[in-house]
């Protein structure tokens, strides 16, 4: 069936460190990848999203490369904030009318100044 | 705010009673999604719907649990006879179109507490 690996946490860094996150995935066919945040307290916010192979999702200096040769769509940031502290979480959603979304564990980040 | 709306925020339960959970879609959007988050776990679905229908129930449990999404008002998320296990965050989410490139909009949740 569908599934989505992503690394554990937590990750700690320093205010303007470079970040990765890995998420790989397992799915038939093409699904559609997503990254989504969530702060303490509030629902997820989606990030970035990529619908096909070498698509690249960007949002808020953040980027994923959906990269169908190795199942993996890692999430990168240049420069992190202390404001970035949130969980993490990589999404899949098969290539169906209406299919729901299959979610990593989620990986907490935490940015100290 | 047009965002997907989800009350209560906070609800508290004694094992054996009823818990409904609510929610309003934001504006436009058709299809609803429930997903439930243990502690220290990712979101797993339970159930999607579009107006009238439930289109999806394969992530729900076969008993106690039932959702609902009428013609008119909020999709309502029904737990009966609740047990220590059902606490947990619930979430909402919305779309606007069945497609499985469209993002879902999420609710902030409710955070289900059974005592």
């Known amino acids: 069936g569908n599934s989505v690996t992503q690394m554990e946490g937590p990750v700690t860094l320093s205010e303007e460190a470079f970040l990765t996150i890995n998420c790989t995935y397992t799915?038939?066919?093409?699904?559609?990848l997503f990254w989504y945040v969530q702060y303490p307290g509030e629902g997820l916010q989606l990030l970035l999203k990529?619908?096909?192979?070498?698509d690249k999702g960007s949002n808020k200096g953040f980027e994923a490369t959906y990269r169908k040769e190795t199942t993996s769509f890692h999430l990168e940031k240049g420069s992190v904030q202390v404001s970035d502290s949130a969980v993490y979480f990589c999404?899949?959603?098969?290539?169906?009318?209406?299919?729901?979304?299959?979610f990593g564990k989620g990986t907490t980040l935490s940015v100290s100044s | 705010n047009a965002g997907v709306m989800q009350n209560p925020r906070h609800l508290v339960r004694r094992r054996g009673q009823e818990a409904r959970l609510r929610c309003s879609p934001m504006k436009g959007h058709s299809h609803v999604y429930w997903y439930r988050q243990l502690p220290e776990e990712g979101l797993k679905f339970m159930v999607y719907l579009q107006k009238e229908n439930i289109i999806d129930e394969s992530g729900m449990p076969k008993e106690r649990f039932s959702a609902e999404f009428p013609k008119e008002g909020p999709s309502i998320l029904r737990i009966q006879q609740v047990v220590r296990g059902d606490s947990a965050a619930y979430f909402c989410?919305?779309?606007?179109?069945?497609?499985?490139?469209?993002?879902?909009?999420f609710g902030d949740g409710t955070r289900l507490s059974i005592l």
């Open positions: 990529a619908t096909k192979a070498d």
């Open positions: 799915a038939t066919g093409y699904p559609s």
């Open positions: 999404a899949l959603s098969a290539n169906q009318a209406g299919t729901a979304l299959i």
């Open positions: 989410a919305s779309s606007n179109r069945e497609t499985s490139n469209q993002p879902q909009h």
